[in-house]
């Protein structure tokens, strides 16, 4: 294809004699009416191929990001204060948050918290709660609620949880996901998060 091929044709005046026809021309260019612009075919089908690519890689990317959202960076609002935190933690909120890529119990996952000054997550607000359901995704995650026969609902570092959110199932310890807080036996592996103030 020649770089005539693929550009409109400003002379927009141009027309064929009536009687006559240029075969040349009707196979590269739609009729338009007098006095319009003539565009070649070739070019209106690669932009209508090029638009479509783009809609689709922009639909993939879209559908990505919902289906794996714990892949994807959050940025939170532009007010939230983000402190630097060491290697594999993310800052929010004056805190960082360590995701766990193993399992294990409740008490190994909030041990294991301990190893770095940490405890398993307390959650202190609606936006700390919101990020961290971004943060996760659709797998269960320890968080430091533990609800010892008899007693109410206590963080890790023993303070106790005033139900400022719900907490659904019957069990004593409770676990994140992207859509809900809820709670399961003790003993079960889930991968957790730890947290600990920002330096």
């Not at 026809?21 to 565009?39: K, P, Q, Y």
């Not at 959202?69 to 939230?80: A, D, N």
């Not at 430091?144 to 303070?159: D, I, P």
């Not at 659904?168 to 957790?192: I, M, P, Y």
Request: some cysteine; charged content about 15%; hydrophobic content about 35%.
């Amino acid at each position: 294809m020649n770089s005539e091929d693929c550009c409109i044709t400003e002379n927009s005046s141009l027309h064929l004699e009536k009687g006559q026809e240029n075969s040349a021309a009707s196979s590269h260019f739609v009729t338009h009416h007098e006095g319009s612009l003539l565009v070649p075919v070739p070019c209106a089908v690669l932009n209508v191929v090029f638009i479509t690519i783009l809609i689709i890689a922009l639909v993939a990317l879209s559908v990505g990001q919902y289906n794996c959202p714990g892949h994807y960076m959050y940025s939170g609002p532009s007010e939230s204060h983000v402190s630097p935190c060491p290697g594999d933690w993310v800052g929010y909120q004056k805190k960082c948050y360590f995701i766990s890529t193993d399992t294990g119990t409740w008490t190994l996952a909030q041990n294991s918290c301990v190893k770095y000054d940490a405890s398993l997550a307390v959650i202190d607000s609606e936006k700390d709660l919101i990020f961290l359901k971004q943060l996760v995704g659709r797998d269960e995650h320890w968080i430091g609620l533990e609800n010892k026969a008899g007693q109410r609902w206590k963080w890790s570092t023993g303070k106790e949880f005033n139900n400022w959110f719900n907490i659904t199932g019957s069990e004593n310890c409770a676990f994140l996901n992207s859509t809900e807080v809820s709670s399961t036996e003790c003993d079960k592996n889930l991968h957790w998060i730890c947290s600990k103030p920002s330096q």
